[in-house]
């Protein structure tokens, strides 16, 4: 079976900790494997390096550790797995909103690595097409209210049906190669310059 390459960072301040993330990583095939024992400066030190994927192993986390993991989690926009040692739900939620893809919690075995490296990676993935999603309903909702407008003031300032003021707008979208929504901010952009107003 081939194994995808990617470039893993491992966050852990204990070096034999990160080295059995490492050997966990090794027997899985992985190479690009970049380890962070130090947190001085850690969001440059990640960005350095631009893993495919962050692992991040807390020993004891305490909140402040913590709140400096969530921030790498929020910055980096990739899969991460967090290792913790003991946990509680509110910490598990504040991993949870900062990102991160997978908590384990008390699983650090090196068997366990690239099963859990798979599982960040799907979420992530599953995460992220989620959110392109929501961000694309969203747009489309704001070019439908700027069509809208647009179509309003067609409508009044030609006695025309909404139907047909819709036909005039595609029709000159067509004619000029742009999308309708473009046509209709142009109008709009337009019609506040005439008649300042009216501009909704």
Same mark, same amino acid.
């Given at each position: ?32 494997? !970049? ?89 992530? !993935? ?58 209709? !901010? ?15």
């Amino acid at each position: 079976m081939m194994v995808v390459a990617l470039r893993i960072a491992i966050i852990d301040e204990s070096p034999a900790r990160a080295a059995v993330l490492e050997a966990g990583l090794r027997d899985a095939g992985l190479s690009d494997i !970049n380890v962070i024992t130090e947190r001085f400066q850690l969001l440059r030190q990640v960005a350095d390096i631009a893993p495919d994927v962050v692992l991040i192993d807390l020993e004891s986390p305490r909140r402040d550790v913590l709140d400096e993991m969530f921030a790498v989690s929020r910055a980096v926009a990739r899969p991460i797995a967090m290792f913790v040692d003991h946990s509680d739900m509110s910490m598990m939620e504040a991993a949870i909103d900062a990102g991160v893809s997978a908590y384990v919690v008390d699983g650090l075995r090196k068997e366990r690595i690239k099963s859990v490296l798979d599982l960040s990676i799907a979420r992530f !993935n599953v995460f992220r097409r989620l959110q392109d999603e929501l961000v694309e309903a969203r747009s489309e909702l704001a070019d439908r209210k700027i069509i809208d407008i647009a179509k309003a003031i067609v409508m009044r300032q030609r006695g025309l049906t909404e139907d047909a003021a819709y036909a005039l707008l595609r029709s000159a979208a067509m004619r000029q190669s742009r999308r309708i929504v473009e046509i209709a !901010n142009a109008l709009i952009s337009a019609e506040s310059l005439l008649d300042p107003g009216t501009a909704a």
